[in-house]
């Protein structure tokens, strides 16, 4: 779907609201609420504006300019994110794979440890954010939260912890990798 052009040489763009969501705006912040939860997020309200119209967020620009314009999708696509997540959730799926040393993968409150990575007596730790589940099942790690950036950093906090440095990758494949995220199987 294309941006439509205003008469003010701007850009608006509509996004539909799910009937079981509620939408609240602020001075530059917007806060959605869902079965699931609640995220609030600033946006960059000097260049877009939002506004809420029969049961649509509308957002606007003053001008089209190749910036704001794509400041205007990116903003529009965080919207649509925080509208899945509130009502659907979102969830990434990690694979812990070895063929030197076993790994083993554990949770200790918010902190995630890996043991006996390419045989390192200390463990590495990756810090978890509250709001993310962590569910361990064997050698699959599922991450699952309301919040698409927290659950996708975390898993790329997750998958760069146990990259391997200095050593030929065609012989070291050892690792926790990204297999799934939110649904959508990653072919490597």
């Given at each position: 779907m294309k941006a439509k052009?205003?008469?003010?040489?701007?850009?608006?763009?509509?996004?539909?609201?799910?009937?079981?969501?509620?939408?609240?705006?602020?001075?530059?912040?917007?806060?959605?609420?869902?079965?699931?939860?609640?995220?609030?997020?600033?946006?960059?309200?000097?260049?877009?504006?939002?506004e809420l119209k029969d049961g649509k967020i509308i957002l606007k620009t003053k001008n089209s300019r190749r910036k704001v314009k794509a400041l205007l999708g990116t903003t529009k696509a965080y919207i649509r994110n925080m509208i899945k997540g509130v009502t659907q959730g979102v969830e990434y799926k990690l694979?812990?794979?070895?063929?030197?040393?076993?790994?083993?993968?554990?949770?200790?409150?918010?902190?995630?440890?890996?043991?006996n990575f390419l045989g390192r007596k200390a463990p590495i730790k990756v810090n978890v954010p509250q709001d993310v589940k962590v569910e361990i099942r064997g050698q699959e790690i599922?991450?699952?939260?309301?919040?698409?950036?927290?659950?996708?950093?975390?898993?790329?906090?997750?998958?760069?912890?146990?990259?391997?440095?200095?050593l030929d990758p065609r012989v070291f494949q050892d690792g926790i990798y990204i297999v799934e995220k939110d649904g959508k199987p990653i072919l490597a």
């Open positions: 052009k205003s008469k003010k040489t701007g850009l608006k763009e509509e996004i539909e609201i799910p009937a079981n969501v509620s939408v609240q705006i602020k001075e530059g912040e917007i806060t959605i609420r869902g079965e699931k939860g609640e995220i609030t997020k600033k946006y960059p309200s000097y260049h877009i504006d939002i694979k812990v794979l070895y063929s030197h040393f076993p790994i083993s993968v554990k949770l200790q409150g918010n902190v995630l440890i890996i043991d599922k991450l699952s939260g309301i919040d698409k950036e927290k659950v996708g950093q975390t898993a790329a906090n997750i998958e760069q912890a146990t990259r391997i440095k200095k």
